[in-house]
């Protein structure tokens, strides 16, 4: 690693962002590499492996029955995001760190704002039964912008996920679980988000490495779904004008799209 890189990161950068290229020769709105594997955990409902660049998240759903809140309709969803240390130095062992929490929430906020599936859908006896879908996403390889890779995985073991058939018998109450039979679970939307960072409070970069989201003076992170725009969230940092933030946009929706489409040619193998 160049001596310049670690005693003036922020110039380092400035030398090659002037030419319009980034030092892993990306284009500003270029994403790294996408790699996408499903059902890679057998002993889970639904799974998926995505990899950004050197950045790598696992997803693995678990179902179990549960009884319905007051509503007696609804089932559950309940993501969780880790950051262990075996993927980076820069977490610790012990409680979550801040960035998990946040992410945790991320994927809370993700999947209520999509719509993506109705909790509806996961009841399997109104008043008596739902499913409820523990979502663990775990980072294998930490070199920033998780929370696309995040959601990309999360989408995607979705996608993956199949339920067993449960029935209750009327007269006795028993439950019986038939492994045999597997219903597909619903997804009606496939929600996509594409993060940006802000370089010297004017340049956007688009899947930012984490060296470049060390440097950020900003963030912004857009969720589009098809031809529609879910949710903005930029979390304080540089102000950005209105031709700023439409270019952002459209490049979501481009790469909202493409991941659209890796998803389905795989779920349609």
Known sequence: MPLFKITQPKEYYEKFLEKDVRPDNRELGEFRPTVLNIGC?????????????????????????????S????????????????C?????????SELAQV???NMVD??????????EDLCIVPGKLVWS????????????????????????ALKNTLLPVVTVDEDSGEITTDVSIHQKLSISKCPVS???????????????TSEEEDLATGALTIVTE???????????????????IKTCIDRAFLRGREAERLIEELIDK
Do not use: H, W
């Not at 879908?133 to 995607?156: E, H, K, P, R, S």
């Open 226 to 244: 098809g031809d529609n725009l879910c949710s903005i969230y930029k979390p304080g940092g540089t102000p950005l004008t209105d031709t700023q």
């Open 71 to 86: 509503d007696g309709k609804k089932g559950y969803l309940v993501p969780n995001v880790e950051l262990p240390p075996l």
């Open 41 to 69: 955990v057998t002993t889970a409902e639904g799974s998926s492996l995505v990899k950004l660049g050197n950045t790598s998240v696992i997803c693995g759903i678990k179902a179990e029955v549960a009884e319905p809140a």
């Open 103 to 105: 992410l945790s929430q």
């Open 133 to 156: 879908l523990y979502i663990d996403l775990v980072c294998l390889d930490f070199d920033g912008n998780v929370m696309d890779a995040c959601t990309l995985a999360l989408m995607a």
């Open 194 to 208: 594409t993060s940006f960072i802000i370089f010297d409070k004017k340049i956007l970069l688009v899947d930012p």
């Open 88 to 96: 980076s130095t820069n977490f610790k062992p012990g409680p979550p």
């Open 110 to 119: 993700f999947l209520t704002d999509s719509k993506c599936v109705r909790l």
